[in-house]
């Protein structure tokens, strides 16, 4: 059985760093699309990161320049580094797993591409 498990999660000052991870059992994160989604609440389900097997990246706009995600095919682990983090990056953090033959770029960050899903860790940033 495939399964994802988050962590890394929790509080940090605004302007701090913190860095999530997403340990993939049952599973092969380099044969899959990963990425990384958010939900707040109030708000809707946000993609926030992907990477492709080929370790192409797509960024949301709100995270560009401040967040990256990487993936250690050795360790079937997938990162996602977060810093100069904003009261506004508050949410529950989602790693997911796309198993398809492929998926454009600007689908990646589509949630509803994704088979499989962990079960979330919590980032808060306090304002």
């Known amino acids: 059985q495939e399964r994802f498990v988050e962590s890394g999660g929790g509080a940090v000052h605004a302007g701090g760093p913190l860095s999530l991870y997403c340990g993939a059992s049952?599973?092969?994160?380099?044969?899959?699309?990963m990425a990384w989604f958010r939900k707040a609440p109030g708000r809707e389900r946000e993609g926030v990161a992907a990477?492709?097997?080929?370790?192409?990246?797509v960024y949301a706009d709100s995270v560009q320049g401040r967040f990256a995600i990487s993936q250690d095919n050795a360790k079937n682990t997938l990162y996602l580094q977060m810093n100069s983090l904003k009261p506004e990056d508050t949410a529950m953090y989602y790693c997911?797993?796309?198993?398809?033959?492929?998926?454009?770029?600007?689908?990646?960050?589509?949630?509803?591409?994704?088979?499989?899903w962990g079960q979330g860790t919590q980032v808060a940033v306090p304002s």
């Open positions: 049952g599973s092969t994160v380099s044969r899959k699309y």
């Open positions: 990477i492709g097997r080929t370790g192409s990246t």
């Open positions: 997911a797993a796309a198993e398809v033959t492929y998926l454009q770029p600007r689908s990646r960050m589509d949630g509803n591409n994704y088979n499989y």
